[in-house]
DNA sequence: TTAAATTATGTTATATTGTATTATTACTGT
DNA sequence: ACAGTAATAATACAATATAACATAATTTAA
């Protein structure tokens, strides 16, 4: 978080996460209602549930917590609403994992980097331009034009890594 | 070619692709004969399936290959086939597409990065060290101990960006 | 060179992830 | 009230992947 590059850190299991969640609605609030954009009750729900770890969800996980909260739902309701929040940078799509995880600056439009901890599943978001840069130099040498970089980095974060020493 | 950090360029369609596809199968055998690993001809025939276009191919495409082979096959066979052809690097998985492309270099281990035509589909495939190496760097400065690198990079590839311009 | 251990494959069933399609509901402006 | 639009419901299905156990082939070791 002392870096600008990093859009969020791993998360100490001790903090107020109750904020995060609070803090994730409000930015997507606020953000909907500047583009004109429907945070509807579903979608504000979805998001909520993608928020409760720092971690991805798999949309069956949040289907199966729709269907807790006592409502009836069907795997196009949450895909719908997944579309929407991943569209809309709400929400990034981790390809390697298929799953989701919330994005805590959907006020400028990026795709970020990913650092998942292969121990304890947190995610880290990077977004740092030199990397991105970097790749698009080089594709642009042979011609290619980038539309979207995906990049997901798998290991060890450094609370698992010293743990791991022992 | 030419760029000794691009492992392979989009091919031309033209190209004579029964040399690559024999290239390949040579390869995999010299390199397993001197890893002591087996190449059944199971596993054979997959990488020779997945060596059929320079674009990536969905196990189940593989599935019905096998069976167009005249030999009964389910998802465990290829998948098992697969599994062995990642772990050695004869084939790399496209995470986004959850798709399998050959890799022309299996000699030395490595993951690489990975440009996608979103119009034609074909892939190339790059080893920029200095990509891995920035994006090590912020991942160590981030205490994070990296295991594996994805990088899978979508846009257009210069034949396919000339064509749209028109 | 058998016997045991290991590795690979066959087989059946099921789990997980994701879409297509059509219908219905709720909201927006006239 | 009405038409137009966006969102959701509901059903069905497609695509991707794994679990679990049985059999066959291969390697290793007595
Ligand atoms: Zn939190
Ligand atoms: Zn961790
Ligand atoms: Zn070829
Ligand atoms: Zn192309």
């Known amino acids: 978080m002392t870096d600008k590059n990093v859009l969020s850190d791993f998360r100490p299991n001790d903090h107020n996460h109750e904020a995060c969640i609070a803090a994730a609605l409000e930015i997507a609030s606020a953000v909907c209602r500047e583009r004109e954009l429907r945070l509807t009750p579903l979608r504000r729900r979805v998001l909520e549930l993608v928020w409760q770890q720092h971690m991805p969800v798999g949309a069956y996980d949040l289907l199966d917590a729709l269907r807790g909260d006592g409502r009836r739902a069907d795997p196009p309701t949450v895909y719908r609403a997944l579309d929407f929040l991943v569209e809309n940078g709400f929400v990034h799509r981790i390809e390697s994992l298929n799953?989701?995880?919330?994005?805590?600056?959907?006020?400028h439009a990026h795709?970020?980097?990913?650092?998942?901890c292969g121990n304890c599943s947190r995610v880290a978001e990077m977004e740092d331009p030199a990397i991105s840069k970097l790749i698009r130099e080089k594709a642009n040498a042979l011609g290619f034009r980038i539309s979207q970089q995906t990049i997901e980095v798998t290991g060890l974060c450094g609370e698992c890594r010293e743990r791991a020493q022992t």
């Open 111 to 116: 795709n970020g980097q990913f650092l998942i």
């Open 99 to 107: 799953a989701y995880v919330g994005c805590g600056e959907p006020e």
